[in-house]
């Protein structure tokens, strides 16, 4: 997960531009160029559509397959656990990626996570002549903002306008089913000794409250963090949302429902509806 306070990160203006006269650069004649706006603020120009790209972003590697994209990755990181990623070669992780492994696939284009978490990488590209494109798919208009740009830079607008259609149906059916149920009281803990817990404007209060639920760290002051055992204690919890596997101390419960939620709830991407779906079956089972 990204933490920085919630914003529509990707003001993603896809501007294509044509032909000009008068002395514009022979580069702004090409009808096939865009200027892309990324999360970070740049304008970064790119001839589309793009045919080898490498993906940084778990999340961007899951949209990229669910559009139907699949052809134009060339590399992944050891983050990517789709089957059908398998087969791509990895570059390391997705902050501070192996930049050797980067250049050895030939990309035309890099995505990679927006933020100051890692300048190294950025940096480094630029001094190769790599285009990259930061994305922060940190809430849900950010998702289906990254899903458009994502489509339109492969040529694949149709599939990802059919995605973003799907997922605002989805999305929209779960909120008109929890609309005028009795709100259930909810923590979403990733884990930790003492508990992790995701606070306000972070992706998965987006769900919480999408899904009917009231999210009882709703007045942190960081987007995730820990909390003591004491505080989570102190707190007047209905449902504890618990990342699978995540290590926990159940006694801290203090009577309120567990359920365990699959990780890949947690990632920002293509499968947010289903997200919001699992999770307000799991609060609507849990008031039962």
Known sequence: MWGRPRASALALA??????????????DADPDAATIVDADGRSVRLSIPVHRVVSLVPSATLTLGAIGARDALVARTDFDTASWSAELP?????????????????????I????????????RLDDLGIPHIAIRPDGIDDVLETVHMLGHITGHDAAADSL???????????????????????????GGTPPWVAGPGTYLDELIRLSG??????????LYTSVSPEEFVARDIDVVLLAAGAAFDRDLAHGARIREV??????PGPAVGDAARTIARLLRESAR
């Open 213 to 222: 639920g009231v999210n009882v760290f709703s007045d942190l002051g960081a």
């Open 164 to 190: 973003t259609r799907a997922i605002r149906a989805t999305l929209d059916s779960v909120r008109e089913a929890a609309s005028g149920e009795p709100p259930v009281r909810v923590v979403y803990v990733l």
């Open 14 to 27: 896809l501007l294509l531009l044509t032909a000009c006269g008068g002395d514009a650069p022979a580069a």
């Open 112 to 123: 990679r996570f927006g933020g100051p978490q890692d300048v190294r990488t950025p940096s």
């Open 90 to 110: 990895s570059v390391g992780g997705g902050i501070d990626p192996s930049v050797e492994a980067i250049v050895a696939v030939h990309p035309d284009l890099v």
């Open 262 to 267: 699959g990780s890949w709830v947690e990632v």
